[in-house]
T-cell receptor, first 114, second 114 residues
Framework: KAGVTQTPRYLIKTRGQQVTLSCSPI?????VSWYQQTPGQGLQFLFE???????NKGNFPGRFSGRQFSNSRSEMNVSTLELGDSALYLC?????????????FGDGTRLSIL | GESVGLHLPTLSVQEGDNSIINCAYS??????FIWYKQESGKGPQFIID?????DKRQGQRVTVLLNKTVKHLSLQIAATQPGDSAVYFC?????????????FGKGTKLSVKP
């Protein structure tokens, strides 16, 4: 069974640009969550989607947004990129909502802002 | 506010010894806890979970202990191997208002000496 797949693995952008990251969950999983991981802040929750609806949202500015498609694949978008957005962005999927069962993570997209 | 923290940011053990990684949580309402392992360049990998109605759960070479009285969680790894070298995160889930909240600790780096 294939795991969570994130694309691209690495991305370099400049300030002010926008970026879209993609996540394909494990087959059959309906919940997809996104996290930002930095050395200083650790793993921080961005948002969770379940059956195409945002179910939960972390404490990030509106520049961070996401969506989920009918096949459970998800994308997250960051607009007006800032230097501080440089991080590893992780996607995780679970069968049901993440607060009830463990999540399975992809290997992330490493985003660098110049 | 609610937080999940780790007593020891780094832990070095000899191959074959047992490892104990500790985690303190501050929200007495948390009812689900998960341990993850993250190897360099990879996403977090689920190890074991425990619900608040239990105080101990065992997996393959790993045991999680939950002490609700002092709000403490630990991960014990038996016969630690070089492949166990990684960063270990604990996560707690609690319900605030109408939604569940998943918070990760900062992580403990485990180094196994051959």
């Amino acid at each position: 069974k294939a795991g969570v797949t994130q694309t691209p693995r690495y991305l370099i952008k400049t300030r002010g640009q926008q970026v879209t990251l993609s996540c394909s969950p494990i087959s059959g999983h309906r919940s997809v969550s996104w996290y930002q991981q930095t050395p200083g802040q650790g793993l921080q929750f961005l948002f969770e989607y379940f059956s195409e609806t945002q179910r939960n949202k972390g404490n990030f500015p509106g520049r961070f947004s996401g969506r989920q498609f009918s096949n459970s694949r998800s994308e997250m978008n960051v607009s007006t990129l800032e230097l501080g957005d440089s991080a590893l962005y992780l996607c995780a999927s679970s069968l049901g909502e993440s607060v009830n069962q463990p999540q399975h993570f992809g290997d992330g997209t490493r985003l660098s802002i110049l | 506010g609610e937080s999940v923290g780790l007593h020891l940011p780094t832990l070095s053990v000899q191959e074959g010894d047992n490892s104990i990684i500790n985690c303190a949580y501050s929200n007495s309402a948390s009812d689900y806890f998960i341990w993850y392992k993250q190897e360099s360049g990879k996403g977090p990998q689920f190890i074991i979970d425990i619900r608040s109605n239990m105080d101990k759960r065992q997996g393959q070479r790993v045991t999680v202990l939950l002490n609700k009285t002092v709000k403490h969680l630990s991960l014990q790894i038996a016969a630690t191997q070089p492949g166990d070298s990684a960063v270990y995160f604990c996560a707690e889930i609690f319900y605030g208002g109408s939604q569940g909240n998943l918070i990760f600790g900062k992580g403990t780096k485990l180094s196994v000496k051959p």
